[in-house]
């Protein structure tokens, strides 16, 4: 955040432009309860003090990890000084940066045997995959209990299981990038040969429950919404996440209505 008015105090506006967000946002938070303005001026305005700008710093940061409002109006209840606020937050970002330099990590491997022509090895392409990530978003679109089912079944494998389930995907992947670069349309049969066996894969991964094709269509459209489903196909070719939702989703319409 940039350098303040002077008086260890700032106003609404400034703080905002200084935390690159809005007043609007700034005056959000204080309606929840999580940024309560230091006082309020003779003329309506809002100001903020130094442990205001801990705190929003703080706010900002929890936000970024993906962390809900609420959740983070829990943290920040129990935190009862800057100073403790600052080292939870730095021990935060150093967890971050780890994760960060063992991803970076992972993924050159990942990219020296894809160039090298070698065969990926599961344990590796996901020594930092952690399913729990998901989990706001998985409760979202299908349910706590969706959630909890499967982080049961999951915690429920052998290392062995686990490893072979990601393994699976990854050939499954690497098999439609090799599709998209033949040029096979997603209503081949080379490529519905594939794609049953994705359905396969995900019904597995649903602990038994077959996917409607609706679903199966969605899962489909998912993964070129996001990124990161996204680029576990198009690592096998720029476009390839395409074949994959268009596969789906002539499957799901020709063998699941």
């Known amino acids: 955040m940039g ?22 946002t700034l005056r959000h938070y204080g ?17 903020y003090d130094e442990r205001s700008l801990v705190r929003l710093q703080r706010i900002l940061l929890l936000r970024e990890l993906g962390m809900g409002l609420p959740v983070i109006g829990e943290i920040l209840a129990g935190e009862t000084d800057a100073a403790t606020a ?12 780890d994760r960060i330099r063992r991803r970076i990590e992972s ?27 998901y989990k706001d978003e998985v409760t979202e679109r299908w349910g706590a209990e969706a959630y909890e089912r499967g982080d049961r079944w999951w915690n429920a494998l052998t290392t062995t299981q686990k490893q072979r389930f ?17 040029g096979l349309a997603p209503d081949s049969a ?9 359905y396969e894969w995900v019904t597995m991964g649903w602990q038994g429950r077959r996917p409607s094709a609706k679903e199966f ?21 720029k476009g390839t996440v395409e074949l994959v939702r268009d596969a789906m989703k002539y499957y799901a319409d020709t063998y699941l209505e």
């Open 3 to 24: 350098a303040g008015s002077g008086t260890g105090e700032w106003p609404i506006q400034e703080l905002a432009r200084a935390a690159g967000t809005t007043s609007r």
């Open 31 to 47: 309606q929840l309860g999580l940024l309560p303005p230091s006082r309020i001026g003779a003329n309506g305005y809002r100001y």
């Open 86 to 97: 600052l080292r939870a937050q730095l021990d935060l970002l150093q967890g971050e940066q």
């Open 107 to 133: 993924v050159r491997t990942t990219l020296g045997k894809l160039e090298r022509g070698e065969r990926l090895v599961a344990a590796e392409v996901f020594e930092e995959f952690d399913h729990t990530q």
């Open 166 to 182: 990601q393994q699976d995907q990854l050939d499954i992947a690497a098999d439609y990038g090799r599709a998209w670069q033949a």
């Open 190 to 198: 080379e490529v519905r040969a594939i794609t049953q066996r994705h």
């Open 217 to 237: 269509a969605g899962l489909g459209e998912m993964y070129v919404a996001d990124e990161r489903f996204g680029i576990n196909y198009d690592r096998h070719g």
